[in-house]
Structure formats: C-alpha cells, structure tokens
C-alpha cells in the first residue's frame, strides 16, 4: 500500500490528507459532544440528588425530635413539610413527597398544583412514566403503560431505596399555571423509610439538551470553517508549487535530448525556478572544468597510493560483499599474509576467535549506520599467533548512497598493551594494603599510598617533603642504619625486620623492603619502600613458640622443653661436676577422680598441683609437666658427693609429698590425691634424657608398687625387670603375628554329669619356652592393644569349631563359652564384628556363650547394654564371669539381658571349710532364680564340692572333676569318659 501511494502525484497526496484530516476532525467533534452531553447529564442527575439529601435531612431531623418526644408524629411531619415547602420550586427543578403509608397512597406536597395534594396516586391526572433505574447508577430500564408515581414507588420500594425515573409533565409558565403540552422530565426520588414517605426532584430534560444540540452546532460551524480555510492553503500550494514543477521537469526533458540548448522557462515563473534554471545553465558551464579537475585527482590519487604503500599502519580494503580486493606492504609485515594470499579472501580471514557474533554483529551494525568504526579488536596472524590491533574501518559510498568499498587501518598495538598492563599493575600495587613510599635520590618522601597512612598513622601531608627518620623508633644503633644502606648501595635493595614508631608514639615491629630505581644513565633517582605490619606476625609466633614449649593448661614447661633443659643441664654437670635429680610424679588415682567427678575437676587439680609444685623447688630447678597427671621435677646444682646428693633429692621429695598430700578445694568438691615419685640421678652426659627419663618412670612404678604415696629412687635391678618385660610384649608380637596359639576346651556338665558345653581357653604355644599360662600374658595382651586380633582369633576359631561341630550327631548339642576383653566390647563396631564372625563361619548364635566380668559392665555399662540387646537378639546367650567377686549391684544386674550366672572358683575353692562362702553360693543360686538366670559353678575339682553345690541349689559344674582344659583333638574322649562318670552319680548326691 505505502508503495502504491508513493507513485500517486503530489496533489493527489495532499486532497487525500485534506480528506482524511476532515474525517478525523469530524470524528473527533462526534466524540466530544457525546462525552460533553454524558457529562451534563451526569452533572443534572448529581444536583438532583443532592437536593433530595437536602430534604431527606430534615425530614430525619423532624422524625428524630418525634421519637425523642419532643413533638407528636403529627406536628413532627407538618412542621417538616412546612419545612420542605418553600424548596418545592425553584428556577428549573421541581420537589414533592407522596405517602405510601397510608390504606391509599396519596400525594402531600405537589411543586405545582396544590389542589392535587391528598390526591391518590393513581387517580388519572398524573402522567404515564416511560422508564426508571433504581440507585444512581446503571441503565434505565424502559416501563409501558406505568403511572408516574407507581413507577417512583417501585424504584424507591427497591433495595437501593432510591433512583431516577423519565416521563412527561407540564411545564410551569412564568406569568403562572402551565403548559398544556407536556415535556420530558427526568426526576430523582428517595423513601423516607420512618414515615413511608417518598420524596423526589426533578428537571426538564429538553432545556439542556437545547444546550447540548446549541453546543454541537457551534462546533460543526467551526469545523467546517477550518476545513475550507485547509482546503483552500492546499489548492494555493498546489498552483504555486506543481505547476511550476512540471514547467521545469519540461525544460529538463528538452535538457536531455539536447544538451546545448538552453533551459528557457517563462518570465512569470517564480524566483526559486528561475535561480534553479541558472544552475542548471552554470553547471553545464561547468563540467569541462569538472574533466579537467578529475584528471588532477587521478595524480593526487597515485600519489595517496604511495603514501599508502609507506603506511606503517596496515591497509585493507574490501568491496561491498567484504571480499578483500587490495592491501599495502604493513598488512603484510604485520599479518604475514602476502598481497596474493589476502586478496580474494573475505574480511574475517584475521578472526581470532576471542570474539563472539555479537561483537562482530555491533561493529557491522555502526559501519552501516554511523559509516564508521574504530576500536580495539583481537586478531590472529597467519603463524597463529593472537595479537591486539587498534582497527578503523571507513565507508566509501557512491553517488547514489552504496557502498562501494569498506578500508581498514589498523595498527599492532602489543607494545602499548603490555605498557598499559605494567602501569595498571603498579597502580593497584601501590593501592594495596602493604605500605609503600616513594622517595627522590636524597630521600625526600614524594608520595605515600593509603596503607602507609593506616599502617604508620601519618597522613599524606605528614609525611610528604619529610626523610622517613620519622619512623625511627630508637631500638636499632647506627650501625643497623649504615649496614642498610651498604646494602643498597652493593645489590640496589634491602630487606629485614625492623621496628618502627607511629605518629601515636606506639612502637611496632614491620618487615620493610627498599628497592632502589635507576635511570637510564644508572644513576639512582628514586627509592621504593614497601613495608608490612608484623605485629600480629609476632604476636603469633610468641603464641606458636608458648604452645610448643608450654603445657596449655598449667603453663608449665612441656616435654619438648623439658628435654632440651634436661640436655643442657647434662653438659653444664659435666662441666661443673655437680650432680642433678629428675624426679617423675604420677597422682594416685587420678583417673578415678576423672571418672567420678569430671575431667573439668580434674584439670583443676592439675592445676592445682602445678602450683603446689612450683613452691617446693628452687629457683632455677624446673617443674614440668608430660602430659595426663605426669609431672617431672628437674633438679640442678646439686652436690657432687652422692650421699649429699641422695639427701638433698630426698628432702626436696618428702616436701613435695607433704604439699601435695594436703586438701583441694575442686569448686564444691573437697579432695585429697597422693602422688607416687620415681628419683634419678645424673651428672653428666654419658646417659641419653630419654634413658634418664625412663629410669625415673621405672623408680615412679616402683612407688606405686610399694603402696603408692611414697618416693623411691632408681636401682639397677629395676631395667631388669622391664627389659624383661619388653622382651615379653615382642614375643607376644610376634605370636600374634606368626598364630603361635591354640585352644583348649574344658566341659561344663550338668547335674546329670552330661556334657552340655564347653569353655574355650587360648594356650600360647612358644617355641622355645613351651606352653606359656595366660595368667602371664593376657594382663600384657590387655595393657598394650593386643588383645584386639587374639581376641578376635579366639571367637573365629571357636565359632568355627562350632561350625564344624554341627556335623557330628555327638558333638552338636555343645555351647561353646568365649571369655571377652573389655577392650574387644568397647569396639565401635563390636556388634558387627560377632555377627560378621558368625556370618563367615557358620556357626550358630544360639550355641555361643560370652562370657562378661563384672568390672567390664562397671566401666561402661550404659554402652554394654545396647550392644549385648543387639547380640541378644540374633540368639547369643551371655554369661556373667566371676560373679560376687566384684561389685555386684542389683541395679545393674537387672538391665543386663544375662542368660548365666557364673559361681567364681573362690567361693567353691573353700565351700566345706567357710560356712560364709556356702552362703555367698547359696544367695547367689537364690538371686539367679529370682531373675531367672541359669547358674554354673566353675573350679569344681572333688566330688564333695560337687555335692555341696548340688545342696545349695546349683547343677551345672565346670572343673578339674569333669576335665581338665585340652586340645580339640583329645576332647571327644575326655567328654566321652566324663559323661560315664557323671552318669554315675545319683543327682543331688
């Protein structure tokens, strides 16, 4: 369509905006009448209302004063007509009221005609209503046929309670009575809800719809006013533009077949023409000289070529599809393309690839709009290298607007980007947190960024134009400062720790660096300093060197400085010939104190006897602590005969046993503890601090061996027995690692002498000692971990012979008993193990007895409990080991899910000898039953104890009487001739 109108003649375009203005003037004049009359009406219909507000008002006021009895119903409503009266007529609006209340509705106030008040309201003089609408808004809803004052009533009877209502009435005259023709009116009313009433005004519709009509009237004379004078400018227009413009396309014309001729165009014809002709006459004049100034520019243009060829910048230039037609020697020597490879190539030959669509889109879109483009762009060589090029690409159009060709001057800018990456990395360096300053050869500060300012206190105008003496602190002599700047002067920097003063007059430790800046003669012309704040550095390393020297909790010297003081002490006896004393202390009980009261009570003991500590020795002698309750005194200077040596260790012992033995007050908790001391001497460095050390924890054991809460001191004999002792633990390794164990199996019977089970006991075969008792090594086993993986091989090898049990019809009714570790319970995964065991093996739960001691269940009962409950219910039975020979307590025993009571071998060892052993066996049998538990008797060797136990009410046996423990090779005989036996012994004999 746009196309169709540009071929249409200018007149043609300009009649039909001429038409189109007239129609959208005419629309808009329609339009504003409609909103104007909408808004008159809205206006009439709101001065209506109001009106009847008026009067609903004082006919509320009048019916208040009748309820209040201040006035009777009846004068109440004929002093508020009388009231409303005078407000019946005005210029243009009308008022009444009319009652519904009464048997016949009636009229009591009428605008006009008085003569029709206390008229019913459908007597026949009053006119048909044509429509109403109830409230004050919405649309009128047409009525047929309806009296005037029965379509009021329906509206003011609506739940609204108010509304409008159309219809004819006569108009009042002025010199009085009124029309005999009727006239559209429209009217608001109201009920009166206490009296019944319902009142109502009313205007005359044709007076301002004579306004409105006189308003659109008005405007449709302007309107047509401004079209004709619009008209008539686009009619003057046309004569005086379109027909001179033909008169000059018709000397063109003539123009073109003849270019000699001369344009002639009328004299009349207006000035611009005629000026327009003389150009036209001028320019033909002018075009020889137009031949000559273009041979000119093909000389200038040769030599631009030239200049072009000895650019430095690289020249490209591309026709309009962007397919490189020419570049110059620099494209080459920056690109490494020749002027053969580049030509016919398009434009994106250099792409790099660092560059999105978008980018390549953007720069495009400014050539096209703006002609132009310039900026920084990434573009690859033809050896790959990727290079910054500053790029402006220019257009070159012709006459008519195209584009004829696109040049591209750029430059490699790699040398400028790596200046300015230099520059942008000294500048955020010299903003960083670290100090710096500048100064000029004779140290004259020129510059200081902002973190000199906060690290020194001084600020830019401090400090600027003074030498950074004012930093010094005084600490360091002029030797310090003449070696700095020897420094300098030999390497061109300098570095260290220094301290230096704030502007405050605080005095700090920083790590300054000075590197001297050298011109290009070498001559120095200015100093930079950077320097770090290390106070925190130092704080830390004190606080690193306290925690690696310094026990944190007593602040006593810990092992590391123990031994380095214990060291030195050993060179400086060897010089002096005096002797020293290391006394090791170890408190008695102490975990029991842990385990009862807390371990927050238990470092304030420790504290405590750090304290107490330090007030027995001398100055000079040093008290440490290794770590749990170990303490080591070291003692110095002491004399070099050995007796005085003895007496003085032993005075400076008994005191620290004195003041250690004396009450703590643990917060609420009053306590006394006794330490056990080891004492050994030394004089010079022929012994190690680690041997010196071991003699004194070996003394210290002999102490707690003694009875504890005493002091002893270093004996030969002792190494003996811990070498000993070593030795034992290495072959113990050394069985666990090379399976030098078996097991033995001894029956337990019952009453019957049937074999019911057996209790697995491990028997160490060594290779060269022979069998070795467990009462030697399990104590051992238990102290160093290895009771963990024998432990383990036990229940493994008794569930297998379990297993294998199984098979065999004589075998297979038997339980087998394994003793537990307290180790081995406390295991995390204690649980998962058995049942892994059992699991690998086969064996059944239900014929596998753990057998638990008392002291183990005190321990850690609260975590025992939960994992016996867990056993318990894949049907492995448990037994209480050793039961009465502990502390056996009734609260514990009844959460335990125990299956066994197990009679210790002390109790029966004596049974017919101590009458109170038979009634510890008796109240056990006795509290077993009441639990329900089974009870076994264990080191039953005769037959009388046998019975005994019998008497008492126990019958399951385990004992030399029955079998001695043996191999699993030898049991089935052993089993076999002890059941004969105890099928020959009358039960309860």
């Known amino acids: 369509m746009v196309r169709n109108l540009k071929s249409l003649p200018i007149s043609t375009r300009l009649w039909l905006l001429v038409a189109i203005f007239s129609v959208a003037v005419l629309v808009d ?20 209302e109001h009106q009847v507000e008026t009067a609903h008002s004082i006919l509320i006021h009048y019916e208040a004063e009748a309820r209040a009895g201040r006035l009777s119903d009846a004068d109440a409503r004929q002093q508020a007509i009388q009231a409303i009266r005078p407000l019946r007529y005005s210029e243009r609006e009308y008022f009444w009221i009319h009652d519904l209340a009464q048997p016949v509705a009636h009229m009591v106030m009428h605008p006009t005609l008085p003569a029709l008040e206390s008229a019913a309201l ?29 379509a009021m009533n329906a509206v003011a009877t609506s739940p609204e309670g108010r509304g409008f209502v159309t219809y004819d009435w006569y108009k009042p005259l002025a010199q009085g009575g009124v029309t005999p023709k009727l006239y559209p009116k429209l009217s608001f009313v109201k009920r009166f809800e206490p009296w019944g009433w319902v009142m109502g005004s009313g205007i005359y519709m044709d007076e301002f719809e004579a306004a409105y009509w006189q308003r659109i009237r008005i405007n449709m004379v302007k309107t047509g006013l401004w079209l004709v004078l619009f008209g008539l400018l686009v009619w003057v227009m046309l004569r005086t533009i379109i027909l001179p413009l033909r008169a000059l396309q018709q000397a063109i014309d003539d123009l073109r077949r003849n270019p000699d001729e001369r344009i002639c165009l009328p004299d009349e014809q207006p000035l611009e023409l005629a000026q327009l002709r003389d150009s036209f006459q001028a320019l033909m004049g002018e075009l020889q000289h137009s031949r000559q100034a273009l041979h000119a520019s093909l000389d200038q243009l040769r030599l631009a070529g030239c200049a072009v060829a000895e650019m430095s910048e690289g020249v490209m230039v591309a026709d309009a599809a962007r397919r490189i037609v020419s570049v110059n020697p620099a494209f080459t020597r920056i690109t490494g393309y020749t002027h053969a490879e580049a030509v016919g190539q398009m434009a994106g030959l250099l792409k790099s690839g660092r560059h999105g669509a978008l980018f390549y889109q953007a720069m495009w879109r400014e050539i096209s709009t703006v002609g132009t483009w310039s900026g920084e762009i990434w573009n690859r060589a033809k050896d790959g290298r990727v290079y910054p090029q500053w790029l402006s690409v220019a257009t070159s159009r012709g006459s008519e607007g195209q584009v004829l060709n696109y040049v591209g001057v750029f430059s490699d800018i790699t040398d400028r980007k790596r200046i300015e990456s230099d520059l942008r990395i000294a500048a955020t360096a010299f903003e960083a947190q670290e100090g710096m300053f500048i100064t000029d050869a004779n140290g004259i500060i020129l510059r200081v960024n902002p973190g000199f300012c906060g690290i020194t206190g001084y600020s830019a105008e401090d400090a600027v134009g003074r030498t950074p003496s004012l930093l010094r602190s005084g600490r360091h002599g002029d030797a310090f400062y003449a070696a700095m700047r020897e420094s300098i002067e030999q390497t061109g920097a300098w570095q260290g720790e220094i301290w230096n003063r704030r502007k405050s007059g605080e005095i700090f430790p920083e790590w300054l660096t000075i590197t001297a800046v050298k011109d290009d003669r070498g001559d120095i012309s200015h100093y930079v300093s950077t320097l770090t704040d290390i106070t925190q550095r130092k704080e830390a390393e004190n606080e690193i060197r306290h925690l690696a020297f310094y026990d944190p909790l007593t602040s006593l010297p810990n092992r590391r400085l123990l031994l380095d003081r214990l060291q030195q002490a050993l060179f400086r006896g060897a010089r002096s010939a005096r002797s020293g004393a290391l006394l090791f202390i170890d408190l008695d009980n102490f975990k029991t104190l842990n385990d009862t009261l807390g371990h927050d009570k238990g470092d304030i003991l420790l504290q405590a006897v750090a304290e107490r500590l330090l007030l027995c020795v001398r100055e000079g002698d040093t008290v440490a602590r290794l770590g749990g309750d170990e303490f080591v005194v070291m003692l110095e200077n002491l004399s070099p005969q050995e007796d005085e040596a003895t007496e ?25 503890c006794s330490p056990s001391i080891g004492i050994t001497f030394f004089q010079n460095h022929d012994v190690s601090v680690q041997e010196l050390l071991k003699r004194a924890d070996l003394a210290m054991y002999q102490a707690k061996a003694a009875g504890r809460n005493t002091v002893r001191f270093f004996a030969p004999e002792m190494a003996t027995v811990v070498s000993l002792r070593a030795a034992l633990e290495t072959e113990l390794r050394d069985a666990v690692d090379q399976h030098q164990f078996v097991l033995h199996y001894q029956p337990q019977v019952d009453c019957t002498g049937a074999v019911v089970g057996v209790e697995a006991l491990v028997r160490w075969q060594h290779p060269l000692r022979g069998p070795v008792q467990p009462s030697e090594f399990i104590s051992l086993a238990e102290e160093t971990g290895l009771i963990l993986p024998l432990g383990r091989w036990v229940l493994e090898t008794a569930c297998h012979q379990l297993a294998q049990w199984a098979n065999d019809p004589n075998m297979a009714h038997l339980c087998v008993a394994v003793n537990l570790s307290a180790r081995q319970c406390r295991q995390p995964d204690f649980v998962a193990q058995v049942l892994a065991i059992l699991m690998a093996t086969g064996a059944s739960p239900h014929k596998l007895k753990l057998e638990l001691t008392e002291s183990l269940l005190l321990d850690n009962v609260e975590d025992m409990v939960p994992k016996m409950i867990a056993l318990k219910a894949h049907g492995i039975g448990f037994a209480l080991d050793d039961f ?36 510890i066996v008796r109240t056990i049998v006795a509290l077993a039953n009441s639990l329900g538990l089974a009870v076994i008797a264990e080191g039953v060797e005769t037959q009388f104890q046998r019975d005994c136990l019998a008497a008492q009410g126990c019958h399951h046996y385990q004992g030399y009487l029955f079998g001695r423990p043996a191999p699993v090779t030898a049991l089935a005989s052993t089993l076999l001739l002890e059941s004969d036996r105890g099928a020959a012994i009358p039960d309860g004999g």
Do not use: C, W
């Open 29 to 48: 004049n329609l339009s504003e009448m409609m909103r104007h009359g909408q808004r008159l009406r809205a206006e009439k219909e709101q001065q209506l």
């Open 122 to 150: 459908d007597s026949p003089e009053f006119a048909r209503a044509t429509s109403s609408r109830a409230g004050s808004t919405g649309e009128f809803q047409p009525l047929k046929g309806d009296n005037l004052f029965s």
């Open 648 to 672: 003085q260790a032993r005075v400076i012992g008994q005191k620290i046993l004195t003041a250690l033995n004396q009450p703590y007050k643990l917060a609420a908790h009053d306590h006394r």
């Open 884 to 919: 009465g020979t502990g502390y056996s307590s009734l609260s514990y025993l009844k959460r335990l899910p125990l299956d066994q009571l197990k009679i210790d071998q002390s109790f029966v060892r004596d049974l017919l000898i101590d009458s109170n052993d038979a009634v």
